[in-house]
């Protein structure tokens, strides 16, 4: 199982970018992924995470409002849209994905998520 992310970078705050998380796994309905995130001198946290289904999405509250997760099922593609960014967003972002389906109450642990990704850089400037 393979999770490629992409799409990090610099950018000025009040800025956008998507970023991209391609796997490669048989996905039924069940599964989840999710995107995590790491600032400079922090614990990595939860950011959202979205069913296989496409159905339901969950986001931490520190990026309800800007962020948005979906997913491409065709391209086997999960997005993460960061509209009006800050310079506390600035991390390395993380996309994670169990095969199975996570529960709601275990939805931000990193533990309940099997596969990890490689990280992507996005820096905030003001």
């Known amino acids: 199982v393979q999770l490629q992310a992409s799409g990090g970078g610099l950018m000025q705050a009040g800025g956008s970018l998507r970023l991209s998380c391609a796997y490669s796994m048989r996905t039924g309905n069940g599964g989840t992924v999710g995107w995590f995130r790491q600032g400079p001198g922090k614990e990595r946290e939860f950011v959202a995470a979205i069913r296989w289904s496409g159905v339901s999405t969950h986001y931490a509250d520190s990026v309800k409002g800007r962020f948005t997760i979906s997913r491409d099922s065709a391209k086997n593609t999960v997005y993460l849209q960061m509209n009006g960014l800050k310079l506390e967003d600035t991390a390395v972002y993380y996309c994670?994905?169990?095969?199975?389906?996570?529960?709601?109450?275990?939805?931000?642990?990193?533990?309940?998520?099997?596969?990890w990704g490689q990280g992507t850089q996005v820096t905030v400037s003001s």
């Open positions: 994670a994905a169990s095969p199975q389906r996570v529960m709601l109450s275990a939805i931000a642990t990193q533990t309940s998520y099997r596969y």
